[in-house]
């Protein structure tokens, strides 16, 4: 077994010791860098990074140049999936993602199909094994997937949605045909993932971006349930390490005893949890990532730190902490406040980690 440099991150999200909390961000890799908008300009549009294995490994690096984080993050994008499933995915200026097909019939699910990982998606594998040797075993690399629930609803949606009404409206009229779409969605994740673990990465995050909008009950069946079913098919043991899992359902506060005995090997938690109730939740069973409101990075550097410190305190001793915002840093966020940020999980975190 290759051992990595700085594996605080991996020991975290197996409630392992560890010397100071593990740090890094949702979308560190992005629009509030200078150095990414250039790039992204050079190279013409969103897609072109991300199917280009050079380019996505270039914005993966960027924010590690800058910062002193415990971890890369693959850059990609959740609709990969979909759009390998021939739906037709576009990223218009100033916009986001559109599908020129959508999912509203029987046949529509019939006719998807299951994408090859090292076919229509190997533009993905390339990157991972293209930012995992750029990485040279210092840092442990995340993969990611968006969850069955969530990539559905782009996929019904069309694009992006407040009311979500068009999947709503299957999910109560015909409950079979969108189980019979998540089904499919959740082989093709898990496919997906395991096909990351193979090229190099060295954890996963399932990202729910959109299951916080169900009703309790419904939570379970149409996105849980699913998430459960890809994480129990994975491959968790790879070249003689462990790959942890971390599940994320933004506005998901209320399931974490439902998302804990998913197998998942931590929970993200997005800035409306409060952190010293999920700990006493969800006791010894699962790690927790998260939770700083990302609009506190618009705040000076006393209240960045005056933050940090107060989320430290909430979690307290010992390990099972990734540090992280409660979702994606915003494009307008200025690169400053995040070594700020950074700097100031490590510096403080250290006698939590004390015996």
């Known amino acids: 077994m290759i051992k990595i440099e700085n594996d605080r991150y991996l020991r975290a999200l197996l409630r ?28 013409g549009d969103f897609m072109t990074l991300c199917q280009t294995p050079e380019l996505a490994c270039e914005v993966t690096l960027q924010p590690l140049r ?8 693959l850059f990609s994008d959740i609709l990969t999936i979909p759009d390998a499933m021939g739906l037709g995915l576009t990223f218009g200026s100033g916009e986001g993602p559109k599908f020129a097909k959508t999912i509203q019939h029987q046949r529509d699910v019939d006719a998807l199909p299951l994408p090859d990982p ?14 995992k040797k750029a990485l040279a075993q210092k840092i442990p690399l995340i993969g990611f997937s968006g969850s069955p629930w969530t990539l559905a609803t782009y996929m019904v949606e069309g694009g992006s949605s407040k009311q979500f009404a068009r999947i709503k409206q299957m999910m109560y009229r015909e409950p079979q045909l969108l189980h019979g779409l998540l089904s499919k969605l959740a082989t093709s994740v898990t496919q997906y993932l395991n096909a990351q673990i193979a090229a190099g990465a060295d954890a996963l995050m399932i990202f729910d971006t959109w299951g916080g909008v169900l009703p309790h009950q419904e939570y379970q069946h149409f996105s849980l349930q699913y998430m459960t079913q890809i994480v129990q098919g994975l491959n968790r043991q790879h070249e003689g390490r462990i790959i942890p ?7 998901g506060g209320q399931w974490l005893e439902a998302i804990a005995a998913s197998g998942c090997d931590a929970i993200g938690l997005d800035w409306t949890t409060d ?22 990075l618009y705040g000076d550097d006393a209240l960045v730190s005056s933050k940090v410190q107060e989320i430290l305190s909430q979690y307290g001793h010992g390990s099972g902490h990734v540090f992280n915002l409660g979702h994606g840093i915003t494009p307008d966020i200025e690169p400053e406040r995040v070594k700020t940020f ?5 510096q403080f975190s250290v ?3 004390q015996s």
């Open 118 to 131: 090292e076919g229509e998606l190997r533009y993905v594998m390339d990157a991972v094994r293209t930012i």
């Open 351 to 353: 006698p939590y980690h």
């Open 275 to 296: 952190m010293t109730a999920a700990r006493q939740r969800v006791g010894d069973k699962v790690a927790l990532q998260g939770n700083m409101d990302p609009a506190v």
């Open 342 to 346: 950074v700097d100031a999980v490590h």
């Open 16 to 43: 392992q010791p560890v010397d100071r909390t593990p740090v890094w961000l949702m979308r560190q890799a992005g629009r509030y860098l200078p150095e990414y908008r250039q790039l992204r300009a050079e190279a």
């Open 245 to 251: 899992v971390t599940l994320f359902t933004k506005g």
């Open 66 to 73: 800058r910062y002193d984080l415990d971890a890369a993050i």
